[in-house]
């Protein structure tokens, strides 16, 4: 069995694998062999019958915590298993924290530590009470406007005439009657005067180095993503216009479902201890990074199929469930995937980067970063850009663009047709055809 989450293999022991067993602790526990290779095979271990004792003997010193250790022979060589349970507690190793994700050992530091000892002792960062605030830091419009949402949606019964004071009682928004975090980011009049990092900020670039101009947002949750979806369709993306009779009819670049998503997304998964969330517009693409990377065991490919629902911030998503603004289900990345397929964009990017996910939408499918990763050569690419900018191609034209033979010529455009589905021949066979964008 290849390594893996909760599998470790090491030839021979060495004390820094106490922060292994550490890691296995405080995750889902697994087990490291002692004497075998990376791929599994029994490499023998001469001291085992010392290393017996150790072992336990460190583990139980140094972390407070047993472990299963167990001597197997194989072909008259010798390895030990070490077999980890997971602890409903943080371990430590010599006051620090490590933590297994995938088949990685990290150490837990800052924001990260944060979180994980919140988590171990039963909460999440929005389940705080924020002991600076009152009632009087509730914007009460947005609790107005969130009862209507509510009620629309029916996910939240009998909440007519309720107090703001009773609404968050309902709502587990406070505790002993202090306002909790999640109260604050959901409704506060200003809650960066409590958290810096809540605001949004939006930049138009031509590249990666070259930001054009910026704007931030700022607000509670209820409000913010809709000023923001406002904010990048007024001023930051394109409206494609058409007509139908004397109707003008305005089709924004991207699904605006999908940026709708994208936005709750970053906002209510996002770590409020972390970086402010940052949107980026290009010419051919609309990128949305929050900070916060995925809650284990969800991964990236996970996202792009029915997948539980994980979120970090269990009460701002509750409340955000209950007012119809998400679906608790974990179904968001998937409807942010399937409402730009419907609109004939390429299917969005969804990756994890600088310890947040990034979700990456496209313009169309004719950019060099898809036609790269649709697998053309750079000759075909060479066609593409001269067929957007000429209207046409002919395999005369293809041979001198590139220096290529006649052969050469058909074969690349006979797979821009009938593999890549990209262009389109028109005209007599010979020296009258032509190849067109397909659709155009």
Known sequence: ???????????????????????????QGGTIFIGKDDNGNVVDIEDYKRLMDDIPNKIRNTMGITVEVNLHEENEMHYIEIVTLPYSVPISLRGRYYYRIG?????????????????????????????????DDID????????????????????????????????????NGQIKRAGLVLFGKDPGKFYPSIYVRIGRFRDELDLIFQESEEGNIINLYQTVL??????????NISFEGMHRIETPEYPREAMREAILNALVHRNYMGAHTQIRVYDDKISFWNDGGLESPLTVESLKRPHSSRPRNVLIADVCFKGGLIDAWGRGTIKIIETCKQAGLPEPEIIEQDGG??????KNNLTKEQLTKLGLNDRQLKAVEYVKEKGKITNKEYQELNGVSKITAYRDLTELIEQYKLFERKGDVGAGTSYFLNGS
């Open 140 to 175: 009460e419009t947005a609790v107005a406007k969130f009862l209507v949402m509510a009620k629309e949606k029916g996910r939240l019964p009998e909440v007519d005439g309720l107090t703001t004071e009773q609404l968050f009682d309902k709502l587990r928004l406070t505790e």
């Open 357 to 362: 996910l990034l979700v990456t939408m496209f």
């Open 230 to 239: 406002d904010q990048i369709n007024h001023k930051f993306i394109i409206k």
């Open 103 to 135: 088949s990685t050992k990290q150490e837990l530091t800052g924001t990260s530590l944060n979180e994980f000892l919140l988590k171990k002792s039963g909460k999440t960062w929005d389940d705080v009470v924020e002991p600076r605030a009152t009632l």
């Open 1 to 27: 069995m290849p390594e893996q989450q909760n599998i470790e293999y090491k030839s021979a022991w060495h004390d820094d694998y106490l922060k292994w067993i550490c890691g296995f602790a405080n995750a």
